[in-house]
């Protein structure tokens, strides 16, 4: 059945939802964009969280009704987490432009 609800989420009652869910593994737009039209019906907010095991809490995740959702993004640092995209030496980068993660 749950695999059943992947292919064909239409034929199962999800009124509900009010929130949905990405841990683990980045999700790319294309996913997000499904998940948010045929999970969440176009109006669930999408919590696509950064985090890991080491940092024992959420780094980086939208708040919903507060942070404008971006398919593919986990959009900002939560208050007090300080993050920026640096070049191989350590020099930030403009935004836009792609990097290394450093929190």
Known sequence: ADAD???????????????LGSV???????????????????VCPIVDTFWQTETGGHMM??????TPLVP?????PLPGIMAAIVDETGNELPNGQGGILVV
């Open 5 to 19: 609800a992947a292919v064909h989420p239409d034929r199962y009652d999800l009124s509900s939802l009010r929130l």
């Open 24 to 42: 683990g593994e980045p999700i790319n737009p294309e996913a997000w964009m499904w998940y948010y039209k045929n999970i969440g019906r176009n």
């Open 61 to 66: 995740t939208p708040l919903p009704g507060a």
């Open 72 to 76: 593919g993004s986990c959009t900002l």
